[in-house]
């Protein structure tokens, strides 16, 4: 099976405080909840929430990657304790969960696909640990 690591552009990300758009654990187009009244937009601007309690421009704070592959869900089960299964976290869900004990926003953009969200100043670590996680997964099934 073949995984595929790629970083994400993330031209900008903005946290909003106030009633999110969307039902919890759940992203809805570029809006990611992170909590009751909390949520993260990527490519918008603050001047874009002139209702919300508070919007603040974080586009410095996270780093994107992106998994793919029929595997991608087995290279993080290595390090991440959810259940990926996409009868319990599928497509459209979104949680936040260590990954090899790092803070991670975890998403589930599509079948067989992840985006992690992680701060900037973790983000080579995260690298190099789903670089190695991908390196010792077995490439075809049967193979452990």
């Known amino acids: 099976m073949t995984v595929v690591l790629r970083e994400l552009p993330i031209e900008s990300m903005v946290l909003v405080r106030g009633e999110p758009p969307m039902p919890p654990n759940t992203v809805a187009g570029?809006?990611?909840w992170l909590g009751p009244d909390e949520w993260l937009v990527l490519g918008e601007r603050e001047e874009d929430y002139p209702d919300a309690l508070a919007a603040v421009d974080v586009s410095a704070n996270r780093v994107g990657f992106?998994?793919?592959?029929?595997?991608?869900?087995?290279?993080?089960?290595?390090?991440?304790?959810?259940?990926?299964h996409p009868s319990v976290f599928p497509v459209g869900s979104c949680a936040q969960t260590l990954l090899a004990r790092t803070?991670?926003?975890?998403?589930?953009?599509?079948?067989?696909?992840?985006?992690?969200?992680?701060?900037?100043?973790?983000?080579?670590?995260?690298?190099?640990?789903?670089?190695?996680?991908?390196?010792s997964e077995p490439t075809a099934p049967g193979s452990r």
């Open 66 to 84: 992106e998994l793919s592959g029929e595997g991608a869900a087995d290279v993080l089960a290595r390090g991440c304790a959810l259940d990926l």
């Open 30 to 32: 570029n809006e990611i």
């Open 103 to 135: 803070p991670v926003i975890l998403l589930a953009p599509g079948d067989h696909a992840f985006r992690l969200l992680v701060r900037a100043s973790f983000a080579g670590h995260i690298r190099a640990w789903l670089e190695r996680a991908i390196a």
